[in-house]
């Protein structure tokens, strides 16, 4: 039953349990929640369903802030035990990026956690209007075969475990406690209610309460494709609408995210000119903890006000292809992976501290530790990203490739199942028997996967001479056991309540619901292609264009960091007391082995692209696909290696063609 629970949740138990120290619950602490958490945020609370309590949330948040500000704080002494603790040496602007950052991320961390439960509200929101064409649709699929109001609804509360759905069984359960007069006073509130967030939701729910009163059964389906129509246009409205809203904020990730950071980092070693002093810990705090927070943050606020249109199959955990996976396991199996690819790298960068003048003891242990030797046309860090690389690849490809295995069979039943409806209504209306009905659509569908299925049920009615509720839905030997596709059990539900009352009538429902499937294929396809187009160039983007960008703009920097400090060794003398001289003597000084060496650079930039890869992967993941976590994770282990290779191959070919050039 833990496993049910939220993470935030979690999160605030754990904290409560083990942290309450830091917030002691005290009469000033009571008065402060009371002061800050008003009743808007107690209503929010309740609405979201988070079993937490203001307290807990504000522990929480104190404590991730507590921890952030110590990871932080070590960080900033790391840098000072760089310089001998002489904070007399370390330039101005690294002390001002350290003084932000250490400032300034606690709070922006507290602000987040105390403001998630209304974050998740709104989400909680936005995607339950997603959930109206699925809410939609079956109502209509039931009501088209059985004209009955109250079971239509009980019958969509029941196969759909959206969040509407769950809205829709608390009505019926205050229709049961007599708040509601029936089910068309409760389905009016109900309507009027969601109304104020959706218009056209309202008028399909209106539409589907004035087709009972239809008298005749052409005007009523009439009515009821209408509803349908009502709620799939708005779909497809409320989609276009998104992906309009989205060509700014997408320019701005690919502008402010990507090109311009990347084309800083050639200018970096212009900054000396100026008598700016560039070091390593700058270009960490900016590129690799500052910029992908900005990056998230913006993304996170993009991606909720993204509603929610079909949602993607679920895959429970004791599925017969994934029980044998285990997590934790893998995760360790992932680090070790990553530690061993990194070793060589570990070595390389020991090799200066062990040994003090290397070319003394053998000139290849000199080659190997000098910036200009195989520094200059391999940087040794590149293992740290390709460990990095490693450990993230093989924890996603290992773990969720089978979940994409999965869920792409199920996508393909889907897909087919419509097809096979038409022929199964067609074979019933010929007053064929059931099972007779599904060997046929089995044979005639032989190439598909949805064919198992129905050869299943034919073989468990013929052979087994059971009744076809169990021939599909038996826990031991139904058809449908292995089929974790919502749509496809509520429309054989919906078939086998059918063919006990009337085998014409069903036979006409199964031939409209077939349609009625491939209008939401249609408007579903329709809205993956308008939001692709948008996220194309992203994935393109992180994939190669990023790091084939990434690598040639660091072998740029090293061809000016090198033709600038030559010039200021071929300088005389007295120039250098110039301004000229001192400028050029500073970016000399500012790239130096001492302060920047190019490896540690290669390593900053890397793990920047690693970040990127990760951070744009999610956002173009829950654009097309919304919040499907084993998509997003075997997408991100599939983009990464080519990313990283790219980066690899243009930061080696890069160096090489570069690396000669030392003097002008």
Request: glycine fraction near 4%.
């Amino acid at each position: 039953m833990n496993d049910d629970k939220h993470w935030f949740e979690k999160a605030v138990d754990t904290v409560v349990k083990y942290f309450s120290f830091i917030l002691p619950d005290t009469p000033s602490t009571r008065s402060r929640i009371k002061k800050h958490f008003t009743s808007d945020y107690i209503n929010t609370l309740n609405f979201t369903g988070l079993n937490v309590e203001p307290y807990g949330v504000l522990c929480l948040g104190y404590t991730a802030a507590l921890f952030s500000f110590l990871a932080m704080f070590i960080m900033d002494i790391s840098i000072l035990l760089v310089y001998n603790l002489n904070i007399g040496d370390i330039d101005v602007f690294t002390i001002l990026i350290m003084c932000i950052s250490t400032i300034l991320i606690p709070i922006v961390i507290l602000n987040l956690v105390v403001t998630y439960p209304k974050i998740h509200a709104q989400y909680m929101k936005i995607h339950s209007l997603g959930d109206i064409p699925e809410i939609i649709s079956y109502l209509v699929m039931y009501l088209k075969l059985v004209p009955n109001l109250e079971n239509s609804v009980k019958f969509a509360a029941s196969e759909s475990s959206t969040s509407l759905a769950s809205d829709l069984r608390k009505m019926l359960w205050d229709m049961e406690v007599r708040i509601y007069h029936g089910i068309e006073d409760a389905l009016t509130n109900f309507s009027m209610i969601w109304g104020k967030w959706s218009e056209y939701f309202k008028r399909s729910l209106h539409l589907i309460r004035s087709s009972i009163q239809e008298r005749e059964e052409s005007a009523r389906v009439i009515t009821l494709n209408r509803a349908l129509d009502v709620a799939l246009d708005g779909t497809r409205d409320m989609m276009n609408q998104f992906a309009s809203k989205l060509h700014q904020p997408t320019m701005v990730i690919y502008s402010i995210g990507i090109m311009i950071p990347l084309s800083l980092i050639a200018m970096l070693p212009a900054a000396g000119l100026i008598g700016i002093k560039i070091t390593i810990f700058q270009v960490l705090i900016l590129y690799d903890i500052l910029l992908p927070v900005g990056i998230f943050l913006y993304m996170r606020k993009i991606l909720l006000s993204r509603p929610a249109t079909f949602n993607p199959p679920r895959i429970p955990s004791d599925h017969p292809d994934l029980m044998h996976i285990n997590k934790k396991k893998r995760l360790v199996v992932s680090i070790i992976i990553g530690l061993i690819v990194s070793i060589p790298g570990l070595l390389f960068l020991l090799l200066p501290v062990l040994y003090r003048d290397p070319y003394s003891i053998d000139p290849l242990l000199g080659f190997i530790v000098s910036s200009d030797g195989l520094n200059s046309v391999f940087p040794v860090t590149l293992f740290f990203i390709w460990g990095i690389a490693a450990s993230i690849t093989s924890y996603c490809i290992s773990v969720y490739r089978p979940y994409k295995i999965v869920r792409d069979g199920i996508k393909q039943i889907e897909s087919e199942f419509g097809d096979a409806l038409y022929i199964l209504g067609k074979r019933i209306a010929e007053e064929k028997s059931p099972e007779e009905s599904f060997v046929y659509t089995g044979k005639t569908m032989s190439t598909s996967k949805i064919a198992e299925i129905f050869n299943q049920a034919g073989y468990n009615l013929t052979a087994l001479h059971t009744n076809i509720k169990d021939s599909l839905f038996s826990s031991e030997y139904g058809a449908l056991k292995y089929v974790y596709s919502d749509r496809v059990k509520a429309i054989m539900r919906l078939f086998v309540e059918g063919i006990q009352k009337s085998q014409r009538a069903v036979s006409i429902s199964l031939i409209k619901i077939a349609d009625h499937l491939k209008e939401l294929q249609d408007v579903e396809k329709k809205i993956k292609e308008s939001l692709y187009s948008l996220t194309s160039t992203l994935r393109s983007t992180a994939a190669l264009f990023a790091p084939l960008i990434a690598g040639v703009t660091l072998a740029i920097t090293r061809l000016i960091s090198n033709i600038i400090t030559s010039i200021g060794e071929k300088m005389p003398s007295e120039s250098i007391v110039d301004t000229s001289g001192s400028a050029l003597s500073t970016v000399s000084n500012a790239f130096t082995i001492e302060n920047i060496r190019p490896e540690y650079f290669v390593f900053v930039v890397g793990l920047y692209i690693i970040e990127l890869v990760f951070l744009l992967t999610r956002f173009t993941n829950g654009i097309d696909e919304g919040d499907d976590k084993p998509a997003f994770m075997y997408n991100l282990g599939s983009t990464l290696p080519v990313s990283i290779i790219v980066f690899t191959l243009t930061v080696i070919l890069g160096q090489m063609i570069f690396s000669g050039i030392v003097h002008v």
